[in-house]
């Protein structure tokens, strides 16, 4: 197990460096971030001059790169075009991001999860029709119109939770944004878990384990369900830096200041820093995670050994 997780280790370095290297050369051809700090105007030359040398930017592409990723293995992701260290934004956009993350995976374990293996287990019955068709549903619509719908709904019609978050955004605040961040994903996790338990339902271990007299809860949770979720918690783990990423949609709803605001505003004022800054670190979330899953596979199926 050492040995596998030093070399998962070392293989996500040039996965890392390749990732950032595209980010940062994508980022770079958006346009010049030099217009975009002199308001309607042009800059003249000679302050457009002086603001690239300010940030670096009157240097090659490949230079800036390097300098850029010699900052980070010492904690710096640059500051931003207003002054502000990129590093005080993510220390106030990553916890409520987290916390959102959070609750939606919550939401996709518990709910998803719980409603996959009811429908694998009815598999035809009419249950297991209404589900398929609401996750269907779920999935068609687009995340903007959900989350305004029950923000319409529950926040202003009927009053039951607050339109927008507060700045805190404490847990019990986010459970709708939760909820509209993790739909889509939680639709997906049900019909994976449904689709994963009806085939495993059939195999020899589950036929012989109900030959043997085992209590069928003990079948389902220590025999069927274990194994039966290892392709789920492949997609759950690939799906924390999407959540993380992808929030930008559901925190302009709900009016959440965190990793999807901070992108849309880096994205909106070609402000290159905080972009490239929070984007390294969601691809340090998506490795992170995917070497989890990986360890986790053990843990379901005892039969995986890692050399």
């Not at 019609?157 to 889509?184: K, M, N, Q």
Request: with cysteine; aromatic share 8%; glycine share 10%.
């Amino acid at each position: 197990m050492g040995r596998y997780v030093v070399r998962r280790l070392l293989q996500m370095i040039p996965v890392f460096v390749g990732s950032t290297l595209l980010i940062f050369l994508m980022v770079n051809v958006m346009g010049d971030p030099i217009a975009g700090l002199c308001g309607e105007r042009a800059c003249d030359p000679a302050t457009a001059a002086q603001l690239k040398r300010e940030f670096g930017l009157d240097k090659p592409v490949w230079q800036q790169y390097l300098t850029y990723m010699g900052n980070v293995f010492t904690g710096d992701f640059g500051t931003a075009f207003n002054g502000q260290k990129v590093t005080e934004l993510m220390s106030t956009a990553f916890p409520v991001t987290v916390r959102l993350t959070v609750v939606a995976i919550l939401f996709e374990i518990v709910i998803g999860i719980t409603l996959g293996v009811l429908t694998g287990l009815r598999r035809g019955r009419p249950v297991d029709t209404g589900v398929l068709l609401t996750t269907l549903v779920v999935i068609s619509v687009p995340t903007f119109v959900t989350g305004l719908l029950l923000q319409l709904l529950l926040g202003v019609e009927w009053g039951w939770i607050r339109p927008s978050v507060s700045p805190d955004a404490a847990f019990g605040e986010l459970i709708l944004p939760g909820l509209v961040l993790a739909s889509v994903s939680l639709a997906y996790v049900t019909r994976l878990t449904r689709t994963s338990i009806a085939e495993n339902r059939r195999s020899d271990y589950v036929r012989t384990a109900i030959a043997k007299g085992l209590p069928r809860r003990r079948v389902v949770t220590r025999h069927l369900l274990r194994n039966s979720l290892i392709p789920v918690v492949t997609f759950i783990g690939a799906d924390i830096g999407a959540l993380m990423g992808g929030a930008i949609v559901t925190e302009r709803i709900f009016n959440i200041h965190g990793v999807g605001y901070q992108l849309y505003q880096g994205i909106l004022r070609q402000n290159t820093q905080t972009v490239v800054g929070f984007v390294t670190v969601l691809v340090l979330v998506f490795l992170v995670a995917n070497l989890l899953v990986d360890l986790l596979y053990a843990v379901l199926d005892p039969r995986i050994r890692y050399a």
